[in-house]
């Protein structure tokens, strides 16, 4: 027969297993919900016990009792359960700390312990809630296990579970505004530039999926000989491939992808087309045309709708705030400096797949900037500069109609004032007559 224990005491049970180390009947055992006015009427000293049952999380106590990974994670369920709200912010941070902490500790141990579907649960519950707490002094910090956990365990995990901290990233970002140095990044090149001298950071979700690729190394450094078959990269190149074609398999996407995201995916299909350059192995080639296509997929919902509040070169994932989210003007040329480069110094290759891939993103680029230039970037002696480099990087991809279909009217009105005359300008009013006008008065200047 089974026995229902409060919370209160299921932590008290298992301070004293931990300690004693002798099996306690945990399959008899079964935590029960939160009480009403738990939050309030608890008294300080028996919080105490909270802080005192996560000392135990560590790797090596978890390790020699794996019997109460099981009990830990149905209290953690009862502690983390959404149904339960937030009556007390600084205690329902204790219980996000109590639960960060036992994933970041069993995150390397579970495929072993055979517990991947038990963290994935507490992990799935943490995020649910995180997001309403920022970062502070007092160490509240759960991105670090959050990522160990995915870089550990990333092909066991649920495909939703993942999904949703792949898309709840830029979130992460906005939570840590005014703490920088608990932000990471991951760059093949710039990254510490990146660092220095803007306040650009990526999707925390994302930086989790190329650690977990590539290692925990900012920027990566590469030669000519990193391309070659037999390299280590090379091999960590295809293993990531096959990892985004994992994911796009099912069915899991990044939406609103951010600036330095866009400039890491620019890098990466460089990266894909080096290696594919460099590789007589058709297998390896099918592997890196998938990686392109999937991780195109992965960051870019070609059916999205483009707005002022989901540019791409809005701050922090388009999260509403009380104040203007565009990315400053500076930040925004240095960023298109970046991501020209990435453009114009990539190898082509004979792979129509990854080339289309390549182009897609110029062309999703080049709409997105279109809606930036609404603001007062198009009046920036940058602006209208940088906007035209990047648009003549893809000229193949403004001809029908349908390559300007993503672009509502007002977008529509700012590309042609901006564009350069020329064919693309010419495709552009040939296929939407009512702009000729406006646009032939502000090509006079009047």
């Known amino acids: 027969?089974?026995?229902?224990?409060?919370?209160?005491?299921?932590?008290?049970?298992?301070?004293?297993?931990?300690?004693?180390?002798?099996?306690?009947?945990?399959?008899?055992?079964?935590?029960?919900?939160?009480?009403?006015?738990?939050?309030?009427?608890?008294?300080?000293?028996?919080?105490?016990?909270?802080?005192?049952?996560?000392?135990?999380?560590?790797?090596?106590?978890?390790?020699?009792?794996?019997?109460?990974?099981?009990?830990?994670?149905?209290?953690?369920?009862?502690?983390l359960d959404p149904e339960t709200g937030d009556e007390d912010r600084d205690f329902a941070k204790a219980f996000l700390k109590c639960g960060y902490k036992f994933?970041?500790?069993?995150?390397?141990?579970?495929?072993?312990?055979?517990?991947?579907?038990?963290?994935?649960?507490?992990?799935?519950?943490?995020?649910?809630?995180?997001?309403?707490?920022?970062?502070?002094?007092?160490?509240?910090?759960?991105?670090?296990?959050?990522r160990l956990c995915l870089v550990h365990n990333l092909a066991e995990m649920?495909?939703?579970?993942?999904?949703?901290?792949?898309?709840?990233?830029?979130?992460?970002?906005?939570?840590?505004?005014?703490?920088?140095?608990?932000?990471?990044?991951?760059?093949?090149?710039?990254?510490?530039?990146?660092?220095?001298?803007?306040?650009?950071?990526?999707?925390?979700?994302?930086?989790?999926?190329?650690?977990?690729?590539?290692?925990?190394?900012?920027?990566?450094?590469?030669?000519?000989?990193?391309?070659?078959?037999?390299?280590?990269?090379?091999?960590?190149?295809?293993?990531?491939?096959?990892?985004?074609?994992?994911?796009?398999?099912?069915?899991?996407?990044?939406?609103?992808?951010?600036?330095?995201?866009?400039?890491?995916?620019?890098?990466?299909?460089?990266?894909?087309?080096?290696?594919?350059?460099?590789?007589?192995?058709?297998?390896h080639k099918a592997i890196l045309e998938q990686g392109a296509?999937?991780?195109?997929?992965?960051?870019?919902?070609?059916?999205k709708p483009m707005s002022d509040k989901q540019s791409a070169f809005n701050r922090y994932g388009g999260l509403l705030t009380a104040t203007d989210n565009r990315i400053d003007n500076s930040e925004t040329t240095f960023l298109l400096e970046k991501l020209i480069e990435s453009f114009t110094a990539r190898t082509e290759t004979a792979s129509p797949v990854i080339e289309k891939a390549v182009s897609d993103l110029k062309h999703r680029l080049v709409c997105e900037l279109s809606i930036q230039m609404k603001g007062d970037y198009a009046k920036s002696p940058n602006g209208s500069p940088m906007f035209n480099k990047l648009v003549n990087l893809a000229p193949e991809r403004f001809q029908t109609k349908a390559d300007f279909s993503s672009m509502d009217n007002s977008t529509l009105a700012t590309f042609a004032a901006v564009v350069d005359f020329g064919p693309i300008k010419n495709n552009l009013l040939s296929h939407h007559p009512k702009l000729i006008k406006d646009t032939f008065i502000k090509d006079l200047g009047l």
């Open 293 to 303: 296509v999937s991780l195109l997929a992965l960051m870019l919902n070609e059916h």
């Open 158 to 283: 649920p495909a939703p579970v993942v999904s949703q901290f792949l898309s709840d990233g830029a979130g992460y970002t906005y939570g840590y505004r005014y703490t920088k140095t608990e932000l990471k990044l991951f760059l093949f090149e710039h990254a510490e530039t990146f660092c220095l001298v803007t306040d650009l950071h990526m999707n925390q979700g994302l930086l989790a999926l190329y650690a977990h690729a590539f290692g925990a190394a900012s920027s990566l450094k590469l030669s000519d000989e990193d391309f070659l078959p037999e390299s280590q990269f090379s091999g960590k190149m295809l293993s990531f491939c096959e990892r985004v074609k994992f994911l796009k398999d099912r069915d899991v996407f990044i939406p609103g992808a951010q600036h330095i995201d866009l400039l890491l995916v620019a890098q990466t299909l460089s990266a894909i087309s080096k290696a594919y350059a460099h590789t007589e192995t058709p297998a």
């Open 103 to 146: 994933v970041g500790a069993l995150a390397p141990l579970a495929k072993e312990l055979e517990c991947v579907e038990s963290i994935s649960r507490v992990f799935d519950l943490i995020q649910q809630r995180t997001l309403w707490h920022t970062f502070d002094t007092q160490g509240f910090n759960p991105l670090p296990s959050l």
């Open 1 to 79: 027969m089974s026995k229902n224990v409060a919370p209160i005491d299921a932590i008290n049970l298992l301070i004293s297993a931990f300690q004693d180390y002798r099996k306690a009947p945990w399959e008899a055992i079964e935590v029960g919900a939160l009480d009403t006015g738990f939050f309030t009427d608890l008294p300080v000293a028996e919080r105490d016990g909270l802080h005192q049952l996560s000392r135990f999380f560590t790797p090596e106590d978890i390790s020699s009792r794996p019997d109460l990974i099981k009990p830990v994670v149905d209290l953690l369920a009862q502690l």
